[in-house]
Every structure is written in structure tokens, then in C-alpha cells.
């Protein structure tokens, strides 16, 4: 069965530093996809990344920057230069091709990180 | 144009009341889903309907019921709700497991 896991519950630190979430999954299938989302105090979820099984370049998109490592089954997370506006929960999730071989069955989540970026 | 909608945002009733909530994808995608997230912030997917057909249906009472009228829709019924019901609920849609966009959410309080 798939599982993510987030070992960090909460993380405090000072704005402008590096921060980094890890988030290690487990799968039987060799077609998976990987998300980060982001979940701000108000509520929503935003839709961060999607890394798919084949890809394991790294990515980068401003202050984020993404590392999947299959061989470690890791699909960290940092960001650079932390701003107060980062502060929120942030979830790691995996979907798998699953039963139907389409990806129907959903994701299935971490525990999330609260990630608390202080003035 | 939202990509997901919900409705209610918010919704507070009683303990025995029955209720629903909506969700609407104008996205194209093949599948939509329930998820609960509870107080501790955990989320976990309660049902997945693909092109209307139901594919996951976990440890969720049958007091839930999730109904599809089409592939834009999928709904929540909820019979005599319980104050374990409480949480909050997103609706999210997707295209083959490939991309998974989430409402906004509902906030459902039972008294």
C-alpha cells in the first residue's frame, strides 16, 4: 500500500533562511506521480508541483526548488530567502496508476509540515 | 473562471439533520473526489467517481453517499450527521491521476 510520510510536524525559522520540508513515500508501482501543495491559514489548497516516476530532474521555480531522489524515495522540498507569506501547512502527496490503471484512486497525503516563518 | 467550486463554504446544522454539499469542475476532467480533512489537518480521500462510475469508496460510513449526476458534478449527502462529522470537505477533480485540483472547501460544523 502507498504511504507518505512528513516527519517534520512544525518548523520555526527566521525569515531569509533556507528551509527545507522532506517527505518520503512508499509505492508498489513504477508509474506514480509526486505533489507538493501548499494550505495558507486561509484554508484552500494550493497546487505547488507534480513530478511524475520518470522524471527525477530537479526543479526550480523562483524561491522553490523541488529534489526527487527515487533512490531514496525523498521528493524534498526548499525554499530560499523564507518570507513571512510562506508561513502555512504544506502537504507532500503521491497518486498512483492504482487499481483502475488510471489514477483514479486519488492522492494520498502526508501529515503535512507547519512551516512557521518568523519576522 | 473557478476551477472547482463548492458550495456551501460554510455550513453549521444540528446533530440527525441531513445535508449536502456541491461541487462543479469546468476543467473537462474524468474524475472527482471527496476528501475529509479533520482537525488535525490530516486528508484523506473518501470517494473517487470516474466518468460517473464509482471507483474508491473507503472506511466511510453509509450515512455517506456521493451522487454524480454528470461528469461535472459530484455531490455529498450526508444522513443523520454525527459530531464527528465535523471537518472540513474538498472537492477535487482530475484528468488520469495526472493533475488534481481542489475546491475551496467546506467547512461543515455539527452541533
Known amino acids: 500500500a502507498q504511504k507518505v510520510t512528513q516527519a517534520q510536524t512544525e518548523i520555526s525559522v527566521v525569515e531569509k533562511e533556507d528551509v527545507t520540508l522532506d517527505c518520503v513515500y512508499e509505492?508498489?508501482?513504477?508509474?506514480?506521480?509526486l505533489f507538493w501543495y501548499k494550505q495558507p491559514p486561509s484554508g484552500e489548497l494550493v497546487f505547488l508541483i507534480r513530478?511524475?516516476?520518470?522524471?527525477?530532474q530537479n526543479e526550480i521555480s523562483g524561491r522553490y526548488s523541488w529534489n526527487f531522489q527515487k533512490s531514496t524515495s525523498s521528493f524534498n522540498f526548499t525554499i530560499t530567502a523564507s518570507q513571512v507569506v510562506d508561513s502555512a501547512v504544506y502537504f507532500c502527496a503521491l497518486s498512483e496508476a492504482g487499481r483502475t490503471g488510471g489514477g483514479a484512486d486519488g492522492l494520498t497525503f502526508g501529515k503535512g509540515t507547519h512551516l512557521i516563518i518568523q519576522p | 473562471d473557478t476551477a472547482v467550486s463548492q458550495t456551501p463554504k460554510y455550513l453549521v446544522t444540528q446533530m440527525g439533520n441531513d445535508k449536502s454539499i456541491k461541487c462543479e469542475q469546468n476543467?473537462?476532467?474524468?474524475?472527482m473526489y471527496w476528501y475529509k480533512q479533520d482537525s488535525k489537518k490530516f486528508l484523506k480521500i473518501m470517494f473517487s467517481?470516474?466518468?460517473?462510475?464509482?471507483?474508491i469508496n473507503e472506511t466511510v460510513p453509509n450515512r455517506f453517499s456521493p451522487k454524480s449526476p454528470d461528469k461535472a458534478h459530484l455531490n455529498l449527502h450526508i444522513n443523520s450527521l454525527e459530531l464527528g462529522d465535523s471537518a472540513v470537505y474538498f472537492c477535487?477533480?482530475?484528468?488520469?491521476?495526472?493533475?488534481?485540483?481542489f475546491g475551496p472547501g467546506t467547512r461543515l460544523t455539527v452541533l
Open positions: 513530478r511524475n516516476s520518470f522524471d527525477e
Open positions: 467517481y470516474n466518468n460517473k462510475e464509482l471507483i
Open positions: 509505492t508498489r508501482d513504477t508509474t506514480y506521480y
Open positions: 476543467l473537462g476532467h474524468d474524475t
Open positions: 477535487a477533480s482530475s484528468l488520469r491521476g495526472r493533475w488534481e485540483f
